[in-house]
């Protein structure tokens, strides 16, 4: 029995078009998927029976939607290195003229008017990042809520820029972008989180004479880091914390991620700078519960001496639009 032939970052799949160049007749075709092999997707072929990983999936989806298409949404974003909170669902392509849209099972190819830009990142061609953002959002592939955290993860890692996003959001319609254009105004603002945004949102609307930073880089006189606050109220040294339980708890390598919150919580003390921490579950639920512990810590700094501190790139906030509320 023939063996298929091994393609470069196609990982073991092979679509039956390459296969016919190949030399392979339509029944040599049939019979290793038969005997040795199966058919994840109509004209797909992978060599062993066993389950594909999500990047053989994809694989799998780029050879049936065929070369000339590239992969978008969800695994688009996934694939220029973007996290999401939840594992997308479909395999979208887009694919030009003269091809039409089409589905099967989870895989789905649209049609679109003209030839897609893309990149090629590990042997699939993919769509820029911020086309595939609107795509994941136009398309039903998460929450409003779920691609505003998408939007603003993109835009702090620099996977993208507030620029290149609203250039790409003036290119297609409004409908269906709200959590996009809620991220964008959200990270503009200086929030680099979803409960940074609610906690942006929440001082703006119930203490709007605080003044505040987000994510500035407060440091001593000798110009030594102390630390970098998701928000800081200048005027009374108290640095807000969100402490989520996804991004602080567990181990990255060998590091405690916990217990560097804590030692990183406890360098703002001897600065005179009290610390207030604040799950997202709290802002979210039980934001009079954390504004009564927010007045009490104010009370609390009125009137302490005060250590020199410099603050650094420090974002004012600025009024909310009114499509973001």
């Given at each position: 029995?023939?063996?298929?032939?091994?393609?470069?970052?196609?990982?073991?799949?092979?679509?039956?078009?390459?296969?016919?160049?190949?030399?392979?007749?339509?029944?040599?075709?049939?019979?290793?998927?038969?005997?040795?092999?199966?058919?994840p997707l109509p004209g797909v072929v992978y060599g062993h029976r066993t389950t594909l990983d999500d990047d053989q999936r994809v694989i799998a989806g780029w050879l049936w939607a065929?070369?000339?298409?590239?992969?978008?949404?969800?695994?688009?974003?996934?694939?220029?290195?973007?996290?999401?909170?939840?594992?997308?669902?479909?395999?979208?392509?887009?694919?030009?003229?003269?091809?039409h849209s089409r589905v099967v099972d989870d895989a789905e190819v649209l049609h679109v008017h003209h030839a897609p830009t893309f990149r090629n990142l590990s042997g699939v061609p993919?769509?820029?990042?911020?086309?595939?953002?609107?795509?994941?959002?136009?398309?039903?592939?998460?929450?409003?809520?779920?691609?505003?955290?998408?939007?603003?993860?993109?835009?702090?890692?620099?996977?993208?820029?507030?620029?290149?996003?609203?250039?790409?959001?003036?290119?297609?319609?409004?409908?269906?972008?709200?959590?996009?254009?809620?991220?964008?105004?959200?990270?503009?603002?200086?929030?680099?989180?979803?409960?940074?945004?609610?906690?942006?949102?929440?001082?703006?609307?119930?203490?709007?004479?605080?003044?505040?930073?987000?994510?500035?880089?407060?440091?001593?006189?000798?110009?030594?880091?102390?630390?970098?606050?998701?928000?800081?109220?200048?005027?009374?040294?108290?640095?807000?914390?969100?402490?989520?339980?996804?991004?602080?708890?567990?181990?990255?390598?060998?590091?405690?991620?916990?217990?560097?919150?804590?030692?990183?919580?406890?360098?703002?003390?001897?600065?005179?700078?009290?610390?207030?921490?604040?799950?997202?579950?709290?802002?979210?639920?039980?934001?009079?519960?954390?504004?009564?512990?927010?007045?009490?810590?104010?009370?609390?700094?009125?009137?302490?001496?005060?250590?020199?501190?410099?603050?650094?790139?420090?974002?004012?906030?600025?009024?909310?639009?009114?499509?973001?509320?």
């Amino acid at each position: 029995m023939r063996e298929l032939p091994d393609i470069e970052d196609q990982r073991g799949l092979v679509s039956t078009s390459q296969l016919r160049t190949a030399g392979w007749s339509r029944s040599a075709i049939s019979r290793f998927v038969r005997s040795r092999g199966w058919s994840p997707l109509p004209g797909v072929v992978y060599g062993h029976r066993t389950t594909l990983d999500d990047d053989q999936r994809v694989i799998a989806g780029w050879l049936w939607a065929g070369p000339a298409s590239a992969l978008t949404g969800g695994w688009g974003l996934v694939r220029h290195g973007l996290a999401l909170a939840a594992r997308p669902v479909l395999r979208r392509f887009v694919v030009a003229d003269p091809c039409h849209s089409r589905v099967v099972d989870d895989a789905e190819v649209l049609h679109v008017h003209h030839a897609p830009t893309f990149r090629n990142l590990s042997g699939v061609p993919v769509v820029p990042l911020d086309r595939a953002l609107i795509d994941y959002a136009r398309g039903f592939e998460a929450t409003a809520d779920s691609v505003r955290a998408a939007t603003i993860r993109a835009l702090q890692t620099g996977l993208t820029s507030p620029a290149r996003l609203e250039a790409a959001l003036g290119e297609t319609r409004p409908n269906g972008t709200r959590g996009i254009r809620s991220g964008l105004i959200d990270f503009e603002r200086g929030a680099w989180s979803v409960p940074e945004a609610q906690l942006l949102r929440i001082l703006s609307r119930r203490r709007p004479r605080l003044k505040l930073q987000m994510n500035p880089r407060l440091v001593d006189t000798s110009g030594r880091l102390i630390g970098v606050p998701d928000c800081y109220l200048p005027d009374h040294r108290v640095a807000i914390q969100v402490h989520s339980w996804t991004h602080h708890a567990g181990f990255h390598g060998a590091r405690d991620q916990w217990a560097d919150t804590v030692d990183a919580d406890a360098r703002y003390i001897p600065h005179g700078i009290a610390v207030l921490p604040v799950s997202p579950t709290v802002l979210r639920d039980h934001p009079e519960r954390f504004l009564r512990l927010l007045d009490g810590v104010l009370s609390a700094q009125q009137g302490r001496a005060k250590v020199d501190i410099r603050i650094e790139v420090a974002v004012e906030p600025t009024p909310l639009a009114p499509h973001a509320s």
